[in-house]
């Protein structure tokens, strides 16, 4: 059961908290912020004491999420590890030789 109230500066639902502190999110919350059965939130507490919920996306959600941003290289990163075993070799070597 929900109780819905209009303030100055925002919207406020009030909700029933069961003896097992379970609460439902009202389902124009839900909607906004993306938050789909079953399903995760996040509590968070500002340093000013504010509590804000935020959803928590799935390990599906975030499939190829960083594939969706644009690389910085267009090389494999097969061929940036040998790049880099190769300038380790070349500068191990040069120390070495320097040494004697």
Excluded at 35 to 48: C, L, Q, S, W, Y
Excluded at 72 to 89: C, F, G, P, Y
């Amino acid at each position: 059961m929900s109780k819905t109230e209009n303030t100055n500066d925002s919207e406020k639902e009030i909700v029933a908290v069961t003896k097992h502190g379970q609460a439902t999110i009202p389902k124009r919350f839900r909607e906004k912020l993306g938050i789909e059965a079953p399903g995760k939130v996040v509590f968070r507490e500002t340093e000013d004491g504010e509590v804000i919920v935020e959803h928590v996306r799935s390990p599906s959600e975030m499939r190829g999420f960083a594939a969706r941003s644009e690389a910085s290289t267009d090389r494999s990163a097969t061929e940036i590890l040998n790049e880099k075993r190769e300038q380790d070799r070349e500068e191990r070597e040069a120390e070495f030789s320097t040494e004697e």
